[in-house]
């Protein structure tokens, strides 16, 4: 047999058999995300408690602060803008070729102040791809704080205010996120003496 011939039919295997593999990978299920949980005593107000309302724009640029902070100077591969709802844009480098990525999630407030973002719709460029298998990629290429927890098979992202350091050891807790009414309600929580 030629040489070219087997060269060729070794380098259409190599392609075929990646992309076999990136196929494998993309829809393969899910493992579940561990939520961090707060301790007790994180959980309760002790201190003075001062209720603070704010708009989406300044709860954005105020979230994107601390993610830029807690990210250590390292860039994070993803944007998000907070208007009716919360947007999440990325892009995933395949082939040498990047495809948008756009996910779109509604805050809720949990019972301890806490942050969950719902997924309510995605985009993935032109493709066909089901939200745990880009909320799987998400979460392990974008490396998080340890305040933000991934969970893609709830199709979610959890947000433990409770575990951000403010200043003096102060908390935050959410009391009220009501995004079409630009409405924004947290509770900072400043230790007695």
């Known amino acids: 047999m030629n040489k070219w011939k087997v060269a060729f039919f070794a380098l259409a295997g190599t392609v075929l058999f990646a992309i076999l593999l990136v196929v494998f990978l993309a829809t393969r299920p899910v493992d579940g995300g561990h939520v961090a949980k707060s301790s007790a005593g994180e959980s309760e107000s002790k201190g ?27 860039p994070l591969p993803l944007d998000f803008t907070i208007g009716d709802d919360i947007q999440l844009r990325s892009t995933l480098t395949v082939f040498y070729t990047e495809i948008p990525i756009s996910m779109n999630f509604d805050p809720i407030v949990d019972d301890k102040g806490n942050i969950i973002l719902k997924q309510t719709g995605m985009n993935v460029g032109l493709l066909n791809i089901p939200p745990e298998t880009t909320m799987k990629i998400m979460r392990d290429s974008v490396e998080f704080p ?8 709830k199709a979610e992202i959890y947000i433990d205010l409770s575990r951000i350091n403010i200043a003096s050891g102060s908390r935050v807790r959410a009391k009220e996120l009501d995004l079409p009414k630009d409405k924004i309600l947290l509770e900072i929580i400043v230790p007695g003496e």
Not at 48 to 53: A, H, K, P, R, T
Not at 146 to 153: A, E, G, K, Y
């Open 48 to 74: 003075n408690v001062l209720v603070v309302q704010t708009t989406t724009k300044e709860l954005e640029s105020i979230s994107k602060k601390y993610l830029k902070d807690a990210a250590k100077g390292s």
């Open 146 to 153: 340890s305040w933000i927890t991934v969970n893609p098979n």
